[in-house]
């Protein structure tokens, strides 16, 4: 599966962004498919994950203000983000694991496939 991310852009602290994951290729709803994000300087770390059965999973990195979903009909995988603050300034990436995992990983060495990346910036 070939995974291209979007949404990313130049934003003001305290509003809200979708990020956009499509595949192609192959279905998402095959894949256990995962956001992370990487800050300059910083290690990747997991953002949150959706399964093949739509079950979520999420990392502190958001602190609950985030939510993944999955678009069946778009093949795409989405991030929305709220409330965001300049410490969520990093590069955010849509990853996938194998079909045939099904358990969500917070690790990226976990996931197969990667998109290239947006990057989100944050002014205070």
């Known amino acids: 599966v070939q995974l291209q991310a979007s949404g990313g852009g130049l934003v003001q602290a305290g509003v809200s962004l979708r990020l956009s994951c499509v595949g192609s290729?192959?279905?998402?709803?095959?894949?256990?498919t995962a956001w992370f994000r990487q800050a300059p300087g910083k290690e990747r770390e997991f953002v949150a994950a959706?399964?093949?059965?739509?079950?979520?999973v999420y990392g502190d990195t958001l602190q609950g203000r985030c939510t993944i979903s999955r678009d069946n009909a778009k093949n795409t995988v989405f991030l929305q983000m709220n409330s965001l603050k300049p410490e969520d300034t990093a590069i955010y990436f849509c990853?996938?694991?194998?079909?045939?995992?099904?358990?969500?990983?917070?690790?990226?060495?976990?996931?197969?496939?990667w998109g290239q990346g947006t990057l989100v910036t944050v002014s205070s």
């Open positions: 290729g192959r279905a998402l709803s095959n894949h256990v």
């Open positions: 959706i399964t093949q059965g739509s079950s979520t």
């Open positions: 990853a996938a694991r194998n079909p045939a995992m099904t358990v969500v990983h917070r690790t990226f060495r976990s996931y197969a496939y």
